[in-house]
């Protein structure tokens, strides 16, 4: 079987992404080799992302969050865009990703589990009033609402738990899937390995550049790019099923 094979047989896709789905917009992957761990900070981004850290020191992390997490002119590849076609042909049911930037919904896809939060989303602590991303990328220092309150990003920082209504949504989704696409992830991030356990279909495909430890459990397993990989599918209308 080859994922075009795969896929035309399937229509409750669920296509579980991380770091590496973005990686073709630009966005670099902080947990890589090249990526932000690398690029000069004295604390690595797993403190700086941290709820601690948050709290203690707001300006210092607003500045990195600045610099480093609100790519909001970044754009969908091709993962993304046929992801969101293959959603509108009706093979797939979900997108569960890790990503916080949004591409999914800027590519068209509607059903997104975004469990680690959006960028998108930013929220005041003391009154709960929405704000743009630009509030922060515009601001200096702590952004404040007008009440006062800081304006915090509705992304989940290290030691903050993921959102309940997410985390059920796409369990239930990748319960009810007929093939699990998991790509861009090594799977060795929390909570990844946890949900992929809960898939009960027929075919797992794997997508990631390098080998991962879950290569010997998969169906089909394919080390490239996986916007090159995607970019390349047909998307074919379901048959079989009533038209009108
Ligand atoms: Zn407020």
Known sequence: MD???????????????????????????FRSVDGLYHQHYDVPPEELLSRTYFNRHPEAFFRFYRDKMLPLNAQPNAAHRKLAELEAAGRLSAVVTQNIDGLHQKAGSKRVYELHGSIWRNF?????????PEAIRDSEGVPRCSCGGIIKPDVVLYEEGLDNEVVSGAVHAIRQADTLIIAGTSLTVYPAAGFVTCFRGRYVVLINRDATPYDSQADLVIHRKVGEVLGAIEVHPLTGTPSS
């Open 124 to 132: 005041c602590m003391s009154c709960g009033m929405a704000w743009p």
């Open 3 to 29: 994922l075009q094979q795969i896929i035309d047989e399937s229509s409750r896709i669920v296509f579980f992404g991380g770091a590496g789905v973005s990686t073709e917009s630009g966005i670099p992957d």
